[in-house]
């Protein structure tokens, strides 16, 4: 019998760290893109409805189409090679971002990033459910999924601060690239050091697969089309229920990430840095917060017998959010706005890390990484294309208004919390099926 940790505890948290440090760089090099707004409008001559699209779709695009066939590999092959594989693609888009002359080509590099990005929640996911004992699954997964806060919160603090550095100068001289606008050079900033933690990846090594299927064919580990599918189809409930629940947290999160530097320089007139430090800390402190918290909650409930814990953590979430994050958007004095957002972003970060272990939960493991990509593909579908772009399409097109920019937020994540809220209460019954038959298969 596979023992249920195969690694000791000190080395299996020193893996979910690296990792965690592989997805916080991920969000930095996909979110840098919210700092530079202004002259990027101003250079590219852009509306904010082709910022949206620089923002979620480009980058969601291929990050969906490449992560169904990454997702497979990682079920079969080394899951430590795709990931490293990735921080190397990725890192060097985000600096080919910087030579991007028109918005066709920096839609393209944006494309490269979410390719390279692709491959390493898929693998990282099953990787850290082969390494941690069931009931402590969430907590893990919620430490990895911090890297979604301290991405972001890096992301907006130091490229906040390299945007006002660089913003006395418009234009500066590098070797090989020449003369370059300065707001470029950001993504240089951010996207080569990705090529030095790369090499932190290659001290990972490979847990041994546990909670295996055997195919009905024969011993093999890989599953037949077919076997797959008939899988997915016996847990479509559960699935569709969490995957559409946090696409719509997904369409908050990326929402505000997106827009929220841009709503405090157009509603507060704040500065690039101030607006980039201060919801840079907001989100690295409680955003890292709330996913702890959140993956604790789910992992207590889960020892207590409560099967649909992961679902429990969301229901919370997301009835706590629609009604905070607008009244921190609307409450119109910049230091109110600045306190309640840290409880708004406390209590949307609640459920990533236990959605991810939801989900895990219920599978055999030659499926983790195909029905995390399947995961990952409806969230950056539904939630990266749309939550960039549906608040810079209302203030283009119903306010008409670039001021109403904190209007279009709060009417964007309040909905999208509302649905969310919905979701996750009609998925509790399935949900509950099939984790309690697969704890029997776990056992048997």
């Keep these: 019998m596979i023992p ?18 592989c997805y916080a760089l991920s969000l930095i090099d996909r979110q840098i893109l919210s700092l530079l707004v202004t002259p990027m409008k101003h250079d590219l001559h852009i509306n904010d409805t ?5 923002q979620g779709l480009s980058f969601a695009l291929f990050y969906t189409l490449a992560g169904l066939p990454l997702g497979r590999l990682a079920d079969s092959c080394s899951r430590r090679r795709i990931i490293t594989a990735g921080v190397v693609a990725w890192s060097i888009m985000t600096a080919v971002c910087s030579v991007a002359r028109n918005f066709s080509s920096l839609f393209l590099a944006r494309m490269g990033v979410g390719v390279g990005e692709a491959a390493l929640s898929p693998a990282a996911l099953s990787l850290i459910a082969d390494s941690f004992p069931r009931n402590e699954l969430g907590l893990a997964l919620s430490v990895y999924s911090m890297g979604i806060y301290v991405g972001s919160g890096l992301a907006m603090i130091v490229g906040g601060s390299v945007v006002e550095g660089l913003s006395h100068r418009p234009e500066i001289t590098l070797p090989v690239l020449g003369t370059i606008a300065s707001w470029r050079a950001t993504f240089l900033v951010v996207g080569l050091p990705g090529l030095i933690v790369a090499l932190l990846t290659l001290t990972i090594r490979e847990p041994q697969r546990r909670s295996l299927l055997l195919p009905a064919s024969d011993h093999a580990l890989d599953l037949s089309f077919h076997e797959v599918l008939q899988q997915f189809r016996s ?3 559960s699935v569709g229920g969490i995957s559409l629940g946090m696409v ?3 369409v908050s999160g990326y929402a505000f990430l997106a827009w929220g530097p841009i709503f405090f320089q157009r509603t507060y007139g704040w500065t690039v840095g101030q607006s ?3 919801l840079g800390v907001l989100t690295l402190i409680f955003g890292c917060l709330g996913m702890y918290t959140g993956g604790g909650l789910c992992d207590r409930w889960q020892r207590r017998g409560i099967a649909e814990a992961p679902l429990r953590v969301g229901v919370f979430s997301a009835a706590g959010t629609a009604i905070v994050f607008p009244l921190a958007l609307l409450v119109g004095r910049a230091t109110w706005t600045t306190g309640v957002l ?14 991810y272990a939801a989900l895990q939960l219920i599978f055999p493991n030659q499926l983790r990484g195909q029905v995390s990509a ?3 593909f409806t969230l950056s579908l539904g939630g990266l294309s749309l939550g960039p772009l549906v608040p810079g399409l209302l203030t283009d097109y119903l306010f008409r208004n670039e001021k109403m920019i904190a209007s279009s937020l709060a009417i964007t994540i309040a909905s999208a919390s509302i649905l969310m809220w919905g979701l996750f209460l009609a998925t509790y019954r399935p949900y509950r099926e099939h984790y309690l038959a697969a704890q029997r298969a776990s056992a048997s």
């Design 374 to 376: 399947l995961f990952l």
């Design 248 to 250: 719509f947290q997904a």
């Design 50 to 54: 082709r910022i949206g699209l620089l």
């Design 276 to 278: 980039g430090r201060m």
């Design 235 to 237: 847990r479509v409930r």
């Design 4 to 21: 249920d940790r195969p690694f000791s505890p000190r080395y299996t948290w020193y893996v979910v760290l690296v990792l965690m440090l």
């Design 342 to 355: 840290a409880a708004a972003i406390f209590l949307l970060a609640l459920p990533i890390g236990s959605s």
